[in-house]
């Protein structure tokens, strides 16, 4: 039967488009799947249902800013969850640095690889290791089609094709697997554009999936389970027999938690302290701490670009026409259903102001990510800003362009749930000021982000800027923004920015574009 | 691979995906003998690492 079927692929498929370049056989991967044959190969991971995986952004590092997708396989015999099957095309970065995977991420240079991986790899690093969540898209295939994705998953596995953070990823790579296995041709659409990221994917197949599955990440989990806790600190925890069995069961997976993301070896003390409530815990009955929760909200991951237009009063000049656009995962007034809340970043971000014959660039930014996690119980994340590129600077006189680097960190505390949230940073840019030179500024900024409504969101950013030159003032900075969300995520953005020179008041109509 | 704390806390519920796997790897039937059996073991070991598996004996 096996055989026959093989015969039946031989005719069906194997006409690879030309994103299935194979560059050359990946030796160095010691899987022993490279080893057998079709029909053993077959045997072991034929399965009954495949889902899309989509793993949440990871805005530490960039080339997971837009999350991450693989498939995974429930096998035609009961077995655990986490002893599934994944499959996934990542890049090989064993002998790559951080640098040069960013640089060759962008240009090429990268080689990347269909791989299959026990799931509990891909869960321990993503949803406990990384603090990401989780969703599982069931996809309709029928028996031909799960048959003709074996096929090519055997034929693809382990060897090396390019790599690219733009096209050439895990969200294209697995589309083009997944399309290359479908019996349909009207149903397959192209992938060939410029970039394809996981919404490109879960757009491609939203006909063909079923009702998501959702893990939240054990993060989040552990610190909602917190309200109703009667330890305030982690360091508070040693009088560990007091607690209830649930209390402790928490307080063994929060200890846990957090030992892990520390990236070395326990010491003797908290090595004894996990090891005795290991112990209490599993001699009577607790509340199970689970993360697999249904997801209220609706699913939806918005495009990477986003357009818009607007005008700009100037207090000493003529009002100019705005355009703008960005290509990130988000900003402040956004809706973020799906991508965190307290990461906004743009990979390319520009605003020009048109004046008559005149076009004047307001911003440019190459990277900007702004990171805003306020501290909790569990964690005490540092926020931070990097951001790199050209900005008009209303600080000085003559609003002068500012080329550089611009960096913070700081805290942020949250004095609402979900709804206030404090940040206090101390910034440090050097940057080449036009008409002014080179120069390095310094000083404090607060940043007051309020949720008023679901749909309408404020920031408010107030700087003490310091430098070393002599020719320029220490000044103060307000800049208010106001975003509100209209129908069909659409947003209305009022800016405000004043400084002791010049005041901009701003109306701004933006809009996603696939 | 498997979570320690994770399987201690399924163990005091009989059940969960952690103590599954577990028992699936060990090849364990999931009956309370089963349950039994790891307890006393985690227990044993003061909560610290256990090892499962077969014994190899080279002769």
């Excluded at chain 1, 044959?37 to 889902?51: A, C, D, L, R, V």
């Excluded at chain 1, 000049?317 to 900003?331: I, K, M, T």
């Excluded at chain 1, 306020?374 to 926020?383: E, N, Q, T």
């Excluded at chain 2, 995906?17 to 028992?23: A, C, F, I, K, Q």
């Amino acid at each position: 039967m096996i055989n026959t079927f093989c015969f039946i692929l031989l005719f069906n498929i194997i006409l690879f488009p030309s994103d299935f370049t194979q560059i050359n056989d990946n030796h160095n991967n010691d899987s022993s799947s490279q080893e057998i044959s079709w029909e053993g190969f077959f045997t072991k991971y034929q399965f009954k249902q495949i889902y899309i995986v989509f793993a949440g952004p990871y805005p530490s590092s960039p080339s997971s800013s837009f999350g991450h997708i693989f498939l995974l396989l429930e096998p035609q015999e009961t077995k655990p969850f986490f002893l599934w099957h994944a499959i996934d095309f990542s890049a090989n970065v064993d002998s790559v640095g951080s640098f040069e995977f960013f640089v060759k991420g962008f240009f090429g240079g990268l080689l990347g690889a269909y791989r299959i991986i026990p799931f509990y790899e891909r869960f321990r690093d993503y949803n406990l290791l990384e603090n990401r969540a989780l969703w599982l898209f069931p996809l309709d295939f029928n028996n031909t089609e799960k048959n003709r994705f074996l096929y090519n998953i055997y034929t693809l596995q382990n060897k090396d094709y390019e790599y690219l953070f733009s096209n050439k990823n895990c969200a294209s790579k697995i589309d083009l697997v997944l399309t290359e296995s479908i019996l349909d041709p009207t149903e397959k659409k192209p992938n060939n554009s410029l970039i394809f990221f996981p919404h490109s994917l879960l757009n491609n197949w939203k006909n063909r999936v079923g009702d998501l599955i959702y893990i939240e990440s054990m993060k989040n989990v552990i610190e909602e389970s917190y309200n109703d806790f009667s330890i305030n600190n982690l360091n508070d925890s040693l009088n560990i027999n007091n607690l209830s069995n649930t209390e402790a069961a928490l307080l063994l997976n929060s200890l846990e938690w957090k030992y892990l993301q520390k990236a070395e070896h326990l010491q003797q003390e908290e090595k004894d302290i996990l090891n005795k409530l290991r112990v209490i815990v599993s001699s009577s009955k607790t509340e199970t701490i689970t993360n697999f929760t249904k997801f209220e909200k609706d699913f939806y991951l918005h495009p990477s670009n986003l357009i818009g237009g607007g005008i700009n009063f100037l207090s000493n000049s003529s009002p100019e026409y705005l355009v703008n656009y960005r290509f990130g995962l988000h900003e402040f007034y956004e809706n973020t259903s799906v991508y965190p809340q307290n990461d906004y970043l743009s990979l390319l971000k520009i605003e020009i102001g048109i004046k008559k014959n005149k076009m004047i660039l307001n911003e440019l930014f190459l990277f900007n990510q702004l990171s805003l996690q306020p501290i909790s119980k569990l964690s005490s994340y540092m926020s931070w800003r990097i951001c790199f590129g050209v900005v008009r600077n209303l600080e000085y006189q003559s609003t002068p362009l500012s080329y550089g680097l611009y960096t913070g960190l700081g805290y942020t505390i949250e004095l609402l749930k979900n709804r206030v949230k404090l940040s206090s940073l101390l910034s440090v840019s050097p940057v080449y000021l036009q008409s002014y030179g080179f120069s390095l500024i310094y000083g404090p900024e607060l940043i007051v982000q309020i949720n008023v409504l679901e749909n309408i969101r404020l920031m408010n950013i107030i700087k003490g800027l310091f430098n070393f030159r002599e020719n320029l003032n220490d000044v103060f900075y307000n800049e208010t923004n106001l975003g509100i969300e209209l129908f069909n995520r659409n947003y209305l953005i009022f800016q405000f920015k004043k400084s002791m020179y010049s005041s901009w008041y701003s109306i701004k109509y933006n809009f996603y574009i696939n | 691979m498997i979570n320690m704390s994770n399987i201690a806390i399924d163990l005091s519920n009989n059940g969960g995906e952690y103590l599954n796997t577990l028992l699936h790897l060990a090849n364990l039937e999931s009956n309370e003998s089963s349950y039994d059996l790891l307890k006393d073991t985690l227990i044993k070991s003061k909560g610290d690492q256990v090892s499962f598996g077969i014994a190899v004996t080279k002769l």
